[in-house]
């Protein structure tokens, strides 16, 4: 069935509100789209590394997840959700477990480019039956925006101030993405949360219904750490994509397709220059530096386009 | 009718492992070890277990995907030792902290640095605070009845902990000995089902698992896990008596040997307590009034039992087979002595010996120099020097 929104919006939450994410957050966004590209009969055991989405969504009493959650610790949810989905298949073969049940990784991109990085490497190369979704921010943001490794270049951070003598962060981001693919998997997608959400259901269907290891890479900015006015995060995703910063693209069992091409690629100072963290970029003198910024995204572009054959 | 075989204690415990036959085996290998996940893995492969078998790419993720089995409502066993063990180190809290009671074989050997691969307990004496209830074993056939109650104690409503099995590397983990085997359907019956009120895989019933806790809460939980602990005990007397009657084999919390008129006595782990029997027998030939306490359950810690017991002697040595580096003596010492002292008795002088760091082989003529000292001890009442090293060259 065609996606419509509408409908999509109707099927049950399986996220509730009263989570305390902030304002203008774009993680909370992607986890609720996500889970409505769940059939509503089918189970699911989410599981989520610590973090900003964790510590917002389960605070003892409370929890916003009506499924089944586990939050482990900030390393392993890779290997927690791989150890669930084990033990699924083996009471399952037993006859103890009746119906479909579904298993979601959650990481923020320090929980997944970086610390976790090992245990989503092994679970996915392992074949596990299941889906991990990286939130990306592009900082360790639950402790108070410290880079990652998928923190971009020149970005104001705690950890990588733009000081008098170092412009924020010197090194360009890891491209997370690539590395999933390179794992050889059924499906890697990247994807944003933009106009009606199209994208991003479906492709969180298509990694949902897949069997084995799948793998989303999704966009959501954080209005403390990228400092932008609350209201603007839809604005923020839709830069993010049209200028080719953040492609939407997938990789189907190892073939690229890219999901988007803006017919007017905007240069990526727009995209900056609506975030606080790159305010020093814009200061007299320090043009080269969004030149280096857009060189880089166009370089990342161009290969993107060849590995889809369309350049 | 009980099967009679020879195997390693590594051998011994997958046996175990086999006829308990878990949902989920996550394991990756470290010597001295790794045998155990190899032998599961075979038996995973020849399709004579119902398991998953996960080959993790660390530690740290073994744990992790136990703890996520466990929570998913399955049965979740591991091995590791030494460093591996202190990878998985602070998943170890959260599996004691979410009260799943998965069941680890640990192999015990030197943790690094430097790096050895032969047996101390430095690396289970490291995770003694970690909530898991913790088994010692003397030998192979040791190994294996624990690992076969381990389920039982672990699993049981008033505990809910997750359970080591601990041996010495190499010299059971390798060491080939006579061992009787209990029948698969006997264990099957024994082990039972495992059947958690509460389970992720549970979509009738969905829970959240793992939360930010906070000042709010976080100490009741903690005060509950404590409470888990101190129910042990009485569980594991209630499981070894019931695998008396199955098997005859006869579980304490601790065993006594030739203690009864016993004035200078031992206190070891593990197999350096074999080594201790064979020199309590010659000592006792020569008229000397020596035995040994080989404690098997370790944490909990039996604190009463064991003062009842220690309070008739005139002189104990505690020997720790790992150092605790805070200039005052072993773990084993420290918790022997404050048990005493917690319960008012002060009567028998405690010594306390390192030794067989890093493997370093411990002979008869070794355990011999501890029960002289202690004999002399317990005929002078004088204490010279209480934190000692056994076998060191210095």
Redesign the interface.
């Known amino acids: 069935m065609a996606y419509n929104l509408k409908q999509a919006a109707k099927k049950p939450e399986r996220f509730t509100g009263g989570h305390r994410m902030c304002a203008g957050c774009g993680a909370p966004v992607v986890v609720r789209q996500i889970l409505r590209a769940l059939n509503p009969e089918d189970?699911l055991?989410a599981?989520c590394s610590t973090g900003c989405l964790?510590?917002s969504s389960?605070?003892?009493?409370y929890?916003s997840?009506?499924?089944?959650?586990?939050?482990?610790?900030f390393?392993?949810v890779?290997?927690?959700?791989?150890?669930?989905?084990?033990?699924?298949?083996?009471?399952k073969?037993?006859g103890?477990?009746k119906?479909e049940?579904k298993f979601i990784a959650f990481g923020g991109d320090g929980g997944t480019y970086d610390i976790g990085l090992?245990?989503l490497?092994?679970?996915m190369?392992?074949g596990h039956d299941m889906l991990y979704v990286c939130y990306d921010n592009g900082a360790y943001m639950n402790t108070g925006i410290q880079r990652s490794s998928a923190t971009p270049k020149y970005a104001n951070t705690t950890t990588s101030p733009a000081g008098e003598v170092i412009p924020g962060k010197s090194q360009s981001r890891k491209d997370l993405t690539e590395v999933m693919a390179n794992h050889h998997i059924p499906y890697v997608a990247q994807t944003a949360a933009i106009g009606n959400m199209k994208d991003l259901y479906e492709k969180a269907e298509k990694a949902l219904y897949t069997k084995g290891p799948t793998f989303l890479n999704v966009i959501a900015p954080c209005p403390r750490g990228w400092q932008y006015n609350t209201p603007d995060l839809m604005d923020i995703n839709k830069l993010a994509v049209e200028t080719c910063f953040w492609p939407l693209y997938e990789v189907i069992d190892g073939k690229y397709v890219v999901n988007y091409k803006p017919k007017n690629k905007k240069p990526v100072s727009e995209f900056l220059k609506a975030q606080g963290r790159f305010k020093h970029m814009f200061k007299a003198g320090n043009e080269h530096m969004i030149e280096d910024v857009q060189k880089e995204v166009d370089k990342r572009w161009e290969a993107l386009l060849k590995l889809a054959g369309e350049a | 009718m009980a099967i009679r075989e020879r195997l390693s204690g590594n051998e011994a415990v997958a046996i175990a492992m086999k006829q308990i036959n878990p949902d989920v085996v996550a394991a990756f290998p470290i010597t001295p070890s790794t045998e155990i996940p190899q032998y599961f893995s075979n038996y995973v492969a020849d399709g004579v277990v119902d398991a998953e078998f996960v080959a993790v790419e660390s530690e740290h993720s073994a744990m992790s995907a136990c703890v996520g089995a466990q929570a998913a409502g399955g049965r979740a066993m591991t091995a590791t030792s030494a460093n591996g063990l202190g990878l998985m180190w602070e998943v170890l809290y959260i599996a004691a902290c979410s009260r799943l009671p998965i069941v680890m074989g640990v192999v015990n050997r030197t943790m690094s640095g430097p790096l050895n691969i032969h047996n101390d307990h430095s690396d289970s004496m490291g995770a003694r605070d970690s909530g898991w209830i913790q088994f010692y074993c003397e030998n192979n056939q040791e190994a294996y009845d624990n690992m076969l109650m381990a389920n039982r104690i672990g699993e049981h409503p008033d505990v809910m902990l997750p359970v080591m099995v601990c041996q010495d590397g190499f010299i059971t983990s390798h060491a080939i000995e006579n061992i009787e085997l209990v029948e698969d359907d006997k264990i099957k019956d024994f082990v039972g089902e495992y059947n958690p009120e509460m389970y992720l895989l549970n979509s009738e019933k969905p829970i959240s698992m793992g939360p930010l806790d906070l000042q709010g809460h976080t100490f009741e939980h903690k005060r509950q896990q404590a409470q888990g602990m101190i129910n042990a005990k009485k569980v594991v007397n209630e499981v070894s008596e019931e695998f008396y009657k199955l098997t005859g084999r006869k579980y304490e919390l601790f065993e006594e040997y030739m203690t009864e008129d016993a004035e200078a006595v031992a206190v070891i782990l593990n197999s350096t307590a074999g080594t201790a029997k064979y020199v309590v027998n010659q000592l006792r030939a020569q008229g000397k009034k020596v035995g040994l306490i080989k404690p098997r359950l370790y944490r909990p810690f039996p604190v009463d039992e064991m003062v009842e017991v220690l309070s008739k002697f005139k002189a104990v040595a505690v020997l720790d087979k790992a150092d605790s580096f805070n200039a005052a003596g072993g773990p084993l010492y420290t918790d022997v002595t404050s048990a005493l002292y917690s319960k008012g008795v002060f009567s028998p002088k405690v010594i306390n010996y390192i030794y067989g760091i890093g493997g370093r082989d411990v002979k008869a003529d070794d355990i011999e120099i501890v029960y002289n000292k202690i004999l002399d001890i317990a005929a002078t009442g004088k204490v010279d020097s209480v934190y000692n090293y056994l076998g060191v060259r210095e």
Do not use: C
Request: charged content about 20%; hydrophobic content about 40%.
């Open positions: 189970h055991v599981g964790e510590v389960f605070l003892y009493p929890t997840w009506e499924d089944s959650f586990i939050h482990n610790a390393e392993n890779g290997s927690t959700i791989a150890g669930a989905e084990a033990a699924y298949v083996a009471l073969n037993k103890k477990i119906g049940t090992q245990a490497s092994g679970a190369e392992r």
